[in-house]
C-alpha cells in the first residue's frame, strides 16, 4: 500500500465569534483516504455538538484542488467487499454527519472539485466557491459510480444535472455551471474575494438565534431519514464494484496518467 494513503489530517479552529473552521488536507490533492474520512466525520459531529459553536466552515488546505475525491491508492489497496464497504462508507459517514448536524455549514471551495468532493460541497448547507471551482464526477470512468454522493449532489442540483455529471464522467463542468444549477450561491474571481464573503455571512449566522437555525436546517434535510440506510445501501454497491477486474484495472490505468 503506497505511504501516502495514511497522510492527511483534519484541524478545527472556534474564533470568539463561535465561528468554527474545518480544515482537511492530503498532499494528493486534497484526496479522501479512510483515515480523513473517519475524522472529518467525527468532527463535524463534534462541533455540532459544541454549544460554543454557533456556525461552521468546511475547507481544504491550498490554493488549488479543493478534494479530489477517494484516494486512488486506498482504492487500488481493496481486496474484500468488507474493506470496500467500509472505506465508502466514509463517505457516507461524512455525508451523514453534514445532514444530521444542528449547526448550519457554509463550503468554502477555493479549487476543482472531483468525485467525493462534488459530495462534500453538495452536502453542506451553503457553498461558495472561486471561479476555479470546476467540478466532475469521474466515478464511472473508473468503473465505480457516484454511488454514494449521489443522493446528495441529486438532492442539491437535481437529477438531470447529477446525470449529466455522473454520466459524461471525463468532462470538467465550470464554476459558473455549478452556480446555475445550484451547487454554488456565489462565485468569486479570487480567494480573498470569497472567504471575506464567507466571513460576512459566518459572522451573521454567528448573530442569528441558533434555536431558529436548526429548526430551519432540519426542514431543508425533510425527506432524508432514510439515508443512513440509503448511503450504507450505496456504499455496498460502491464496495462491489471496486473489487471488479474491470475497475481495478481501469483505476491502475488512471494512476499512470
Not at 484542488?65 to 481493496?78: N, P, R, T, V, Y
Not at 437529477?159 to 459524461?168: F, G, K, P, T, V
Request: proline residues 2%; neutral net charge.
Amino acid at each position: 500500500m503506497n505511504e501516502a494513503v495514511n497522510q492527511g489530517s483534519v484541524s478545527f479552529n472556534i474564533n470568539q465569534e463561535g465561528i468554527a473552521t474545518i480544515i482537511f488536507e492530503h498532499p494528493l490533492s486534497n484526496s479522501l483516504p479512510g483515515k480523513v474520512l473517519n475524522q472529518l466525520a467525527d468532527t463535524i459531529t463534534e462541533l455540532g455538538q459544541n454549544n460554543g459553536v454557533k456556525v461552521i466552515i468546511l475547507s481544504s488546505k491550498g490554493e488549488k484542488a479543493f478534494c479530489a475525491g477517494a484516494s486512488f491508492d486506498e482504492l487500488i489497496s481493496i481486496k474484500d467487499l468488507q474493506t470496500g464497504k467500509k472505506f465508502f462508507s466514509g463517505f457516507a459517514n461524512v455525508i451523514n454527519a453534514c445532514r444530521k448536524c444542528p449547526k448550519f455549514i457554509i463550503g468554502r471551495v477555493q479549487g476543482k472539485a472531483v468525485g467525493g468532493g462534488v459530495g462534500l460541497a453538495s452536502a453542506v448547507d451553503y457553498c461558495i466557491a472561486t471561479k476555479h471551482a470546476d467540478v466532475k464526477l469521474s466515478e464511472l470512468a473508473v468503473g465505480i459510480g457516484p454511488f454514494v454522493v449521489g443522493p446528495a449532489v441529486q438532492r442539491k442540483i437535481g437529477l438531470s444535472a447529477m446525470s449529466e455529471l455522473a454520466i459524461n464522467a471525463t468532462e470538467w463542468r465550470n464554476a459558473e455551471w455549478a452556480k446555475r444549477k445550484g451547487l454554488y450561491t456565489d462565485i468569486f474571481d479570487t480567494t480573498e474575494a470569497m472567504d471575506a464573503e464567507i466571513q460576512k455571512l459566518a459572522s451573521k449566522l454567528a448573530n442569528s438565534n441558533p434555536e431558529a437555525m436548526k429548526l430551519l436546517k432540519a426542514v431543508f434535510w425533510e425527506g432524508t431519514d432514510h439515508w443512513d440506510q440509503l448511503l450504507s445501501e450505496r456504499a455496498e454497491m460502491s464496495g462491489t464494484l471496486v473489487l471488479s477486474e474491470f475497475t481495478i484495472n481501469a483505476i491502475n490505468a488512471f494512476k499512470t496518467k
